[in-house]
Structure formats: C-alpha cells, structure tokens
Nanobody, 114 residues
Framework: QVHLVESGGGLVQAGGSLRLSCAAS????????MGWYRQAPGKQREFVAN???????RLADSVKGRFTISRDNAKNTVDLQMNSLKPEDTAVYYC????????WGQGTQVTVSS
C-alpha cells in the first residue's frame, strides 16, 4: 500500500510553466512504473507521461517537447515539469504508481487560461 499526494497545480496563462510533484508515503523504488495522467471535464482520464525502473520515460504525443517527467527514488517523488502550457492542458492531473499494484493520488487541478 502507498499513499500518493500531488501538489503544484494552479492557474497559469498560456505559454507559462508549472511543476507538479507527487510525494509517496513509502518507497517508490519497488514500483515498476510511476506516471502522470490527466482528466479534463467531460473526458476520460488519459495518459500523460511515465517513467520506469532503469530510467526509460514515455510521453504522450500531445505533450512531447513540452513536458518532462523525473523520478527520484531517494526522495520518493515523481515530478512533471510542464512548459509552454496550452488551454487544452487544463485538467486534473493524477499521479500513478504501478507494478506491483496500481495506486492513484487524489489529483491536482491545472488550469491554463488563453
């Protein structure tokens, strides 16, 4: 069992940046993958980015070149650096830990104004 808490969301103008952080209540080194997903109003939750043991990362096409994911096993955190934000990035962003198990945080709201 692990408890995930997201922080760093807020309101930003288009073109701006935000850094989201996910803090875990325990060690994240045991999880194969750590990642971020988002859910916009009226839409399904979608994949944004994840990072795997060994350092491999994967990003959704919609955020490539703008978002970066990083994982710190010593601090038990996973961060999402978001640059060049667009209004369509507006969503609740959720942290995820998987393998073994599948855990979610409560989410943090990101709103990008045009």
């Amino acid at each position: 069992q692990v408890h995930l808490v997201e922080s760093g969301g807020g309101l930003v103008q288009a073109g701006g940046s935000l850094r989201l952080s996910c803090a875990a209540s325990g060690s994240i080194s045991r999880f194969t993958g750590m990642g971020w997903y988002r859910q916009a109003p009226g839409k399904q939750r979608e994949f944004v980015a994840n990072t795997f043991v060994g350092g491999t990362t994967r990003l959704a096409d919609s955020v490539k070149g703008r978002f970066t994911i990083s994982r710190d096993n010593a601090k038990n955190t996973v961060d999402l650096q978001m640059n060049s934000l667009k209004p369509e990035d507006t969503a609740v962003y959720y942290c995820n830990a998987m393998g073994p198990g599948n855990y979610w945080g409560q989410g943090t709201q990101v709103t990008v104004s045009s």
